[in-house]
């Protein structure tokens, strides 16, 4: 079936350093992907998404990349922050239906 | 914030007792979701919407109905509870595909 899978599921940095979380999809067809950022005790939130159309998003400190042919995407977090320590989703639409589904998540920790 | 309200927020119920939580949206979005989130295991789906009176099954569905009577609410109800039911469950809400997901503040189920 369908499957996300995410890496490392822990990972710790020192302040300043970048950081980079990487995932895998089974469904070559599928075409949207977005990441959540989680803090403790409150809900996922969007950081940043991407679609097939294109290899590369930025938005400030955080980038996502998208390797279609090898069927991964990464998050990359630059000059990191310690409220950049949260838990980070990747999820997938799967093609042909509404159903988005989630790597397993990365504890994110920055060492001040 | 999109304007999404879960109730209860927490509750304690016994193994065999029926519960139902409630996903309240005002944004009009077409599509919900309920995911449940354990420890190891990251966001798994358990049921979706596309529509008034249009569900569909997700990962982890057994155990678990849902129903849509209108769109701005989505109720999820466990027949009767199990401890392994015990988690925190998100409703999430879409306004169309290849759109992010926004999350409600979660619901934390505990059944002994």
């Known amino acids: 079936g369908e499957n996300v899978e995410q890496h490392p599921s822990t990972l710790s940095v020192q302040e300043g350093d970048s950081a980079v979380i990487k995932c895998t999809y089974s469904?070559?067809?599928?075409?949207?992907f977005p990441w959540y950022k989680q803090e403790l005790g409150k809900r996922p939130q969007l950081i940043i998404d991407?679609?097939?159309?294109?290899g590369e998003k930025k938005d400030q400190r955080i980038a996502v990349t998208l390797n279609k042919t090898a069927k991964h995407f990464s998050l990359h977090i630059t000059e990191t922050q310690p409220e950049d320590s949260a838990v980070y989703f990747c999820?997938?639409?799967?093609?042909?239906?509404?159903?988005?589904?989630f790597g397993t998540g990365t504890r994110l920790k920055v060492l001040a | 914030d999109a304007g999404i309200t879960q109730s209860p927020r927490h509750k304690v119920t016994e193994t065999g007792t029926p519960v139902t939580l409630r996903c309240h949206q005002t944004e009009n979005h077409r599509y919900m979701y309920w995911y449940r989130q354990d420890p190891g295991h990251g966001l798994r789906l358990i049921h979706y919407s596309y529509g008034v009176k249009d569900t569909d099954k997700g990962e982890v569905s057994d155990g678990y109905s849902v129903s849509r009577s209108k769109t701005e609410d989505f109720l999820l109800t466990l027949e009767s509870a199990t401890s392994s039911q015990t988690s925190v469950y998100f409703c999430?809400?879409?306004?169309?595909?290849?759109?992010?997901?926004?999350f409600g503040n979660g619901t934390r189920l505990t059944v002994t």
């Open positions: 469904d070559s067809a599928s075409n949207y």
């Open positions: 999820a997938a639409l799967i093609p042909g239906t509404y159903k988005y589904i």
């Open positions: 999430a809400i879409s306004e169309s595909l290849e759109s992010p997901l926004h």
């Open positions: 991407i679609r097939s159309n294109v």
